[in-house]
């Protein structure tokens, strides 16, 4: 993939997504960023029109200093060769104290325990996600979600 096609990917996303912040920043990387009302919406183009087909992974990282929780899910391609070493971001950011969104489970099936553990350790809500049960922590915890900045470890 050229640094050309990249380019001509992001020209389409941003034609048919105008408010949202489409940057290239290196060869095979796109990144986005948009309002979390239409995650749902740009991800189904993604897999419909650019082809994308599964989620590597989503990450969230808590900001206490701009009250906010970034929440990014890194997508790529399988099924089509000529993209398959593209990688394309989606960030969103929430507020911390309702960190809350759509789930993208129902556009693709790989991203279910990238929410889970999202929800499990940074606390974000993921609407409409089947199965927010625990995933790594133990069931009966009770402590802010550990990936938060706000988490202290016991006995310290």
Not at 11 to 25: L, M, S
Not at 41 to 54: F, I, N, Q, S
Not at 85 to 104: A, D, F, G, K, W
Not at 116 to 132: A, C, K, S, Y
Request: hydrophobic residues 35%.
């Amino acid at each position: 993939m050229t640094i050309a096609e990249d380019q001509e990917i992001a020209k389409r996303i941003t034609q048919q997504f105008p408010d949202i912040k489409v940057e290239c920043p290196l060869p095979n990387r796109i990144d986005l960023e948009c309002p979390p009302s239409i995650m749902p919406t740009l991800a189904a183009y993604l897999r419909d029109v650019e082809e994308l087909d599964h989620v590597t992974s989503v990450t969230g990282i808590d900001y206490p200093d701009t009250n906010s929780i970034r929440v990014t899910y890194h997508l790529s391609a399988y099924a089509k060769p000529a993209i398959r070493r593209l990688v394309v971001s989606i960030s969103v950011n929430l507020p911390r104290e309702q960190p809350t969104m759509p789930s993208l489970l129902s556009v693709w099936p790989s991203a279910e325990f990238h929410e889970r553990e999202t929800n499990e350790m940074v606390g974000v809500i993921f609407e409409d996600h089947p199965n927010l049960n625990r995933l790594l922590l133990p069931e009966d915890w009770n402590d802010p979600p550990p990936l938060r900045k706000d988490f202290k470890l016991r006995g310290r």
